[in-house]
């Protein structure tokens, strides 16, 4: 795992807002295979709720961070 959070943050300080929801990225990991890349992200919700978030290189940033989002809003809200 790779500890340095500034080359996938959403933003300067770390944390996505997009229609209200707040995150933190924690962590992210990249693995390599023959054809691909996976990358896994650790992040922390507003409410403090930790989760993981794995994604191919082919999907875009906007994508992953619209995922993120989805994510944490739905932990945060139980939806």
Do not use: C
Request: hydrophobic share 35%.
């Amino acid at each position: 795992m790779n500890n340095n959070n500034q080359l996938i943050t959403l933003s300067k300080n770390g944390k996505s807002k997009l229609r209200g929801v707040n995150m933190k990225i924690l962590n992210y990991s990249i693995e390599h295979d023959v054809f691909s890349e996976l990358v896994t992200i650790v992040a922390e919700t507003a409410k403090g709720k930790q989760f993981s978030f794995t994604f191919s290189d082919s999907h875009t940033l906007k994508e992953v961070k619209i995922k993120l989002e989805e994510l944490a809003d739905t932990l945060d809200n139980n939806k």
